[in-house]
């Protein structure tokens, strides 16, 4: 056989093994009960934060925990640990994405993404600057 | 109704050169393609340049009267009114044409009819092919602010809309006063973000780099077109490495931007757009490589056509990604959805298709039954070379594409967790196999070479590299295989090229162009290996009890004003923050402590938080840069809400002290010391009243820097009521009341009201050292240079055919 062909089938072997391997360690997007069935496995968890419950953010005693309570789409609420600081805005958020697992009934995440409504172009903000009778 | 003011005749002549753009487009493709068919018949070809000249003349004042509008705030336009406002410096004006979708499209129109002017006046058998694909993209590009509905569609999005007759406008309120534009306070402005000078650059240069995609590709088609099927390599070749110059330097640019101005910590964070640029780069890095093993040896005709498709088809790619929507927040880039990701789909579509079909009608001349290329030429080991970075590109794009896998397929795959350790576990690899193809590559001939003279001429470079390797390695604590691999790589390539240079090539600048991009990869890929794998993040929490492996991010810390942290070799002081336009900038010095136990200031930072009512509050680092090192600052929290600026001089609820003579009162900046009682205060202090009784109590305060002030609160009775006459100390933030004595137990009670923004005002922050990150810096600049050398030494050689 020709060299060509071994190098080509290597390749071609080598790409597909990326492709299942990012398939089989990708995290997925998941509920809290997915989540809570699953501890310690990673997932990505859509949801809103419950902003009638307090955030616990004290960076006198760590500059690092930042504590809320998120409701996913179902509406299953759970508290989750954030390991970082308190994100900019954050209470502005219309719909976060938390990315960790569950641990006791807590779910540490380890990374979080925000949906602004502002990045969106929500109303208020559309008619900045615009006169109003 | 009539409306006051407008100035409607801008918009109609900007619809109208809209229009003749589009249109000449259409008329110059057309006209190309039957010049093509009958190359004798120079007719066609004279209407196919009027067209391109009606064409470039239009698409050029098509800028001319969106950049009038905006320097004179036409807000009648919707466009301008998004994207620009009254106080916007006019440096950046230009910044106005990038922030929106319509203008970025123009923008890339005008860098292709810019590049086309190189074909008309150097192209010469070629420019009738290769125009006619030029102006078939054009088309497309047009139709993308033509703005016309055809039924319910909207073909493409119009940037001279009028305010009033915008979609989301129409139905307010305003949209029926006659006097509406004098009432508009000011524009929406420009995202802050984007008011920052790499932001000028590293757009238009990105777009140049992706413009320039489309030469190769064009004459990849044309050829095709024209049935010279092996003849556009030559021409095109100069083009490909412009393109791997152009597109290489608008990458950069966009890291350096993100390094100087985003707050991930880094130049690099696998961010989909930016991997969504990346892969084109990679892809187009690969079919010049191809082109010159096609060039030599008329071996690898396939894979030059795919890889010049893959590339182009790819930016259209990651057009799609960023102006569809689809990404939503997972990037910075993402543009707002204008609905026109069905247009972005047939544009690649068709492109897709006309590559294709031209392929496969031509497919006996393009693949071809080469004999095997021999395992000691150079040309193999090229080849090997462009393989790895396919497998390189496969990694990413599937992994970008997530989100449209998950649209397509209704999967729920999410993009992985830990990016960096996710790419690294491939990419880390595929660099280390290519620094070492990079090292070796050149010193292979053509064909067929003698490996035992490749190995001895490698031996010095090797030797070197070792040595290298294990010093640096030791010296900076690398322990981590797969790290140290790619250091050694990296050097390698570096070494073994520099050696060629001078030692082969003496230093021979025509021929030079490779070796010095070859150092320029090896120095990045170094300089980002050894400034990533190296960092150290200083502002280590080191106060707080290890929480346990779930939480290992440690990397923040608190920063009270005015008190100093030690973090590695320095001292830090948060020492004021002030408000400038959208940015509050925290000043934080950085002191250095003397034999002597002094401490002296070695430099001071501002980071700043960006109050960016468009995308959320954005804090953007300050960084120091030494030859050797940067130290990166970024305040991560800022209480902005209560410890903010504006509530600063409002204060807290007093707070109670008990104290008897000679206690001490702790304050968040200062201790004052109760001293003594005066039975006969100052009455000047007070309205006074004949049978007030007044006694006064003398306070001796002191603050962090034990600088001295005092504080003399009254306490008064009259007619059986006591209240206080309190003492403000302006520069402390402090308010003090005496407001009972009991005379029992000799006790007094001292309140004390500190202004908000005492007690509150601390930042957050994290402070990185990136070593050496100027062997990044310094190889990009060999690597411009040296696609630039290797650009025109093709284009020369073409030239010369």
Same mark, same amino acid.
């Given at each position: 056989?020709?060299? =060509?062909?071994?190098?080509?089938?290597?390749?071609?072997?080598?790409?597909?093994?990326?492709?299942?391997?990012?398939?089989?360690? =990708? =995290?997925?997007?998941?509920?809290?009960?997915?989540?809570?069935?699953?501890? /310690?496995?990673?997932?990505?968890?859509?949801?809103?934060?419950?902003?009638?419950?307090?955030?616990?953010?004290?960076?006198?005693?760590?500059?690092?925990?930042?504590?809320?309570?998120m409701k996913d789409n179902n509406g299953v609420e759970y508290k989750v640990l954030y390991n970082g600081t308190k994100p900019q805005d954050f209470e502005k958020s219309e719909q976060i994405?938390?990315? /960790?697992?569950?641990?006791?009934?807590?779910?540490?995440?380890?990374?979080?993404?925000?949906?602004?409504?502002?990045?969106?172009? /929500?109303?208020?903000?559309?008619?900045?600057?615009?006169?109003?009778? | 109704?009539?409306?006051?003011?407008?100035?409607?005749?801008?918009?109609?002549?900007?619809?109208?050169?809209?229009?003749?753009?589009?249109?000449?487009?259409?008329?110059?493709?057309?006209?190309?393609?039957?010049?093509?068919?009958?190359?004798?018949?120079?007719?066609?070809?004279?209407?196919?340049?009027?067209?391109?000249?009606?064409?470039?003349?239009?698409?050029?004042?098509?800028?001319?009267?969106?950049?009038?509008?905006?320097?004179?705030?036409?807000?009648?336009?919707?466009? +301008?009114?998004?994207? $620009?406002?009254?106080?916007?410096?006019?440096?950046?004006?230009? $910044?106005?044409?990038?922030?929106?979708?319509?203008? $970025?499209?123009?923008?890339?129109?005008?860098?292709?009819?810019?590049?086309?002017?190189?074909?008309?006046?150097?192209?010469?058998?070629?420019?009738? %092919?290769?125009?006619?694909?030029?102006?078939?993209?054009?088309?497309?590009?047009?139709?993308?602010?033509?703005?016309?509905?055809?039924?319910?569609?909207?073909?493409?999005?119009? !940037?001279?809309?009028?305010?009033?007759?915008? !979609?989301?406008?129409?139905?307010?309120?305003?949209?029926?006063?006659?006097?509406?534009?004098?009432?508009?306070?000011?524009?929406?402005?420009?995202?802050?973000?984007?008011?920052?000078?790499?932001?000028?650059?590293?757009?238009?240069?990105?777009?140049?780099?992706?413009?320039?995609?489309?030469? %190769?590709?064009?004459?990849?088609?044309?050829?095709?077109?024209?049935?010279?099927?092996?003849?556009?390599?030559? !021409?095109?070749?100069?083009?490909?490495?412009?393109?791997?110059?152009?597109?290489?330097?608008?990458?950069?640019?966009?890291?350096?931007?993100?390094?100087?101005?985003?707050?991930?910590?880094?130049?690099?964070?696998?961010? !989909?757009?930016?991997?969504? $640029?990346? +892969?084109?780069?990679?892809?187009?890095?690969?079919?010049?490589?191809?082109?010159?093993?096609?060039? &030599?040896?008329?071996?690898?005709?396939?894979?030059?056509?795919?890889?010049?498709?893959?590339?182009?088809?790819?930016?259209?790619?990651?057009?799609?990604?960023?102006?569809s929507g689809i990404l939503g927040d997972t990037s910075v880039h993402a543009f707002t959805d204008l609905g026109m990701s069905g247009q972005l789909l047939v544009y690649m579509g068709f492109?897709?298709?006309?590559?294709?079909?031209?392929?496969?009608?031509?497919?006996?001349?393009?693949?071809?039954?080469?004999?095997?290329?021999?395992?000691?030429?150079?040309?193999?080991?090229?080849?090997?070379?462009?393989?790895?970075?396919?497998?390189?590109?496969?990694?990413?794009?599937?992994?970008?594409?997530?989100?449209?896998?998950?649209?397509?397929?209704?999967?729920?795959?999410?993009?992985?967790?830990?990016?960096?350790?996710?790419?690294?576990?491939?990419?880390?690899?595929?660099?280390?196999?290519?620094?070492?193809?990079?090292?070796?590559?050149?010193?292979?001939?053509?064909?067929?070479?003698? +490996?035992?003279?490749?190995?001895?001429?490698?031996?010095?470079?090797?030797?070197?590299?070792?040595?290298?390797?294990?010093?640096?390695?030791?010296?900076?604590?690398?322990?981590?295989?797969?790290?140290?691999?790619?250091?050694?790589?990296?050097?390698?390539?570096?070494?073994?090229?520099?050696?060629?240079?001078?030692?082969?090539?003496?230093?021979?600048?025509?021929?030079?162009?490779?070796?010095?991009?070859?150092?320029?990869?090896?120095?990045?890929?170094?300089?980002?290996?050894?400034?990533?794998?190296?960092?150290?993040?200083?502002?280590?929490?080191?106060?707080?009890?290890?929480?346990?492996?779930?939480?290992?991010?440690?990397?923040?810390?608190?920063?009270?004003?005015?008190?100093?942290?030690?973090?590695?070799?320095?001292?830090?002081?948060?020492?004021?923050? &002030?408000?400038?336009?959208?940015?509050?900038?925290?000043?934080?010095?950085?002191?250095?402590?003397?034999?002597?136990?002094?401490?002296?200031?070695?430099?001071?930072?501002?980071?700043?938080?960006?109050?960016?009512?468009?995308?959320?509050?954005?804090?953007?680092?300050?960084?120091?840069?030494?030859?050797?090192?940067?130290?990166?600052?970024?305040?991560?929290?800022?209480?902005?809400?209560?410890?903010?600026?504006?509530?600063?001089?409002?204060?807290?609820?007093?707070?109670?002290?008990?104290?008897?003579?000679?206690?001490?009162?702790?304050?968040?900046?200062?201790?004052?010391?109760?001293?003594?009682?005066?039975?006969?205060?100052?009455?000047?202090?007070?309205?006074?009243?004949?049978?007030?009784?007044?006694?006064?109590?003398?306070?001796?305060?002191?603050?962090?820097?034990?600088?001295?002030?005092?504080?003399?609160?009254?306490?008064?009775?009259?007619?059986?009521?006591?209240?206080?006459?309190?003492?403000?100390?302006?520069?402390?933030?402090?308010?003090?009341?005496?407001?009972?004595?009991?005379?029992?137990?000799?006790?007094?009670?001292?309140?004390?009201?500190?202004?908000?923004?005492?007690?509150?005002?601390?930042?957050?922050?994290?402070?990185?050292?990136?070593?050496?990150?100027?062997?990044?810096?310094?190889?990009?600049?060999?690597?411009?240079?040296?696609?630039?050398?290797?650009?025109?030494?093709?284009?020369?050689?073409?030239?010369?055919?």
């Amino acid at each position: 056989m020709k060299k =060509s062909y071994i190098i080509g089938i290597v390749v071609i072997a080598a790409a597909f093994a990326i492709i299942v391997s990012t398939v089989s360690k =990708s =995290s997925t997007y998941a509920d809290f009960g997915t989540a809570a069935d699953h501890p /310690g496995k990673v997932y990505h968890v859509v949801g809103t934060l419950n902003l009638d419950r307090p955030f616990e953010y004290d960076p006198e005693v760590n500059a690092n925990i930042f504590g809320f309570f998120m409701k996913d789409n179902n509406g299953v609420e759970y508290k989750v640990l954030y390991n970082g600081t308190k994100p900019q805005d954050f209470e502005k958020s219309e719909q976060i994405v938390i990315i /960790g697992k569950m641990k006791d009934e807590v779910f540490v995440a380890s990374d979080i993404l925000m949906k602004c409504p502002s990045k969106y172009a /929500g109303n208020e903000m559309q008619q900045q600057n615009l006169p109003n009778p | 109704m009539e409306y006051l003011g407008e100035q409607l005749i801008y918009g109609r002549i900007g619809n109208l050169l809209i229009a003749v753009s589009f249109a000449a487009a259409l008329l110059a493709v057309c006209a190309y393609l039957f010049n093509m068919k009958r190359p004798e018949d120079a007719a066609w070809r004279r209407v196919g340049r009027i067209s391109f000249g009606l064409h470039a003349v239009s698409v050029i004042s098509i800028f001319g009267v969106l950049y009038y509008l905006i320097v004179n705030h036409r807000f009648e336009y919707y466009y +301008v009114w998004q994207h $620009s406002s009254t106080i916007l410096p006019l440096r950046y004006i230009m $910044s106005c044409f990038w922030e929106g979708q319509e203008g $970025s499209f123009l923008l890339w129109t005008f860098w292709h009819v810019v590049l086309a002017v190189f074909i008309l006046r150097r192209g010469g058998t070629w420019e009738p %092919p290769v125009m006619a694909v030029i102006m078939m993209v054009q088309v497309f590009l047009c139709s993308m602010v033509l703005g016309v509905y055809l039924g319910d569609f909207r073909i493409g999005s119009n !940037p001279f809309v009028l305010l009033r007759e915008h !979609p989301e406008m129409a139905n307010l309120p305003f949209a029926s006063m006659p006097d509406y534009l004098d009432r508009i306070e000011d524009g929406r402005g420009l995202n802050p973000l984007l008011q920052n000078y790499w932001m000028v650059i590293h757009p238009p240069v990105l777009f140049l780099g992706f413009a320039a995609t489309l030469m %190769p590709f064009a004459f990849a088609v044309g050829g095709l077109l024209s049935g010279r099927v092996t003849e556009w390599i030559r !021409p095109a070749l100069g083009w490909a490495y412009f393109g791997v110059m152009a597109l290489g330097m608008g990458i950069l640019m966009g890291a350096a931007w993100a390094y100087e101005a985003l707050s991930f910590g880094g130049f690099w964070a696998w961010d !989909p757009v930016e991997n969504a $640029s990346l +892969v084109p780069w990679l892809t187009l890095v690969g079919a010049a490589h191809v082109m010159i093993i096609q060039k &030599r040896n008329q071996e690898s005709l396939l894979s030059s056509y795919l890889l010049c498709v893959i590339t182009f088809i790819l930016v259209l790619y990651s057009t799609f990604l960023t102006r569809s929507g689809i990404l939503g927040d997972t990037s910075v880039h993402a543009f707002t959805d204008l609905g026109m990701s069905g247009q972005l789909l047939v544009y690649m579509g068709f492109f897709v298709l006309l590559a294709v079909v031209l392929l496969i009608r031509h497919r006996k001349s393009v693949i071809r039954r080469n004999p095997e290329e021999h395992a000691t030429s150079r040309e193999f080991w090229m080849f090997v070379g462009m393989l790895v970075l396919a497998i390189s590109a496969t990694q990413i794009t599937f992994t970008t594409s997530l989100p449209v896998i998950n649209k397509i397929f209704g999967t729920n795959m999410a993009p992985p967790a830990e990016p960096v350790e996710f790419y690294n576990s491939i990419q880390v690899p595929v660099a280390v196999i290519i620094c070492m193809l990079v090292g070796i590559g050149q010193f292979f001939k053509y064909k067929r070479s003698d +490996v035992r003279k490749v190995m001895q001429s490698l031996v010095v470079s090797a030797a070197a590299s070792v040595i290298i390797t294990v010093a640096v390695a030791w010296a900076m604590g690398f322990t981590r295989i797969h790290y140290i691999a790619l250091l050694f790589a990296s050097i390698f390539s570096v070494t073994a090229n520099a050696d060629y240079l001078f030692r082969v090539l003496r230093g021979r600048l025509r021929h030079s162009g490779a070796s010095i991009a070859h150092v320029g990869i090896g120095l990045i890929l170094l300089g980002t290996l050894v400034s990533n794998a190296r960092s150290n993040i200083i502002s280590n929490n080191v106060l707080n009890i290890d929480l346990g492996e779930d939480f290992p991010n440690n990397e923040n810390i608190m920063l009270v004003r005015n008190d100093t942290l030690r973090m590695a070799d320095y001292y830090v002081t948060y020492r004021e923050k &002030r408000r400038e336009g959208v940015n509050i900038f925290y000043t934080i010095d950085y002191l250095e402590r003397r034999e002597d136990g002094t401490y002296e200031k070695a430099f001071t930072l501002e980071p700043r938080v960006q109050l960016n009512a468009r995308m959320g509050n954005v804090a953007e680092p300050d960084t120091r840069h030494f030859p050797d090192r940067d130290i990166y600052t970024h305040v991560t929290y800022a209480d902005l809400e209560t410890g903010g600026l504006d509530d600063d001089r409002a204060y807290q609820e007093p707070r109670e002290w008990t104290v008897r003579l000679g206690d001490t009162i702790i304050n968040s900046n200062s201790v004052m010391v109760l001293r003594s009682l005066n039975k006969s205060p100052d009455t000047t202090r007070w309205t006074v009243s004949g049978s007030d009784i007044a006694v006064s109590a003398l306070l001796q305060v002191s603050d962090v820097n034990m600088k001295g002030y005092t504080a003399e609160p009254v306490f008064v009775i009259r007619n059986n009521i006591a209240f206080t006459i309190e003492d403000v100390l302006d520069e402390l933030g402090l308010k003090i009341g005496f407001t009972r004595i009991d005379p029992g137990t000799e006790q007094f009670t001292i309140t004390v009201a500190e202004k908000k923004g005492n007690k509150k005002d601390f930042i957050i922050m994290k402070a990185i050292v990136f070593p050496y990150i100027n062997i990044l810096w310094t190889g990009c600049i060999f690597m411009i240079i040296g696609t630039a050398m290797a650009a025109r030494r093709r284009f020369r050689q073409a030239r010369q055919d």
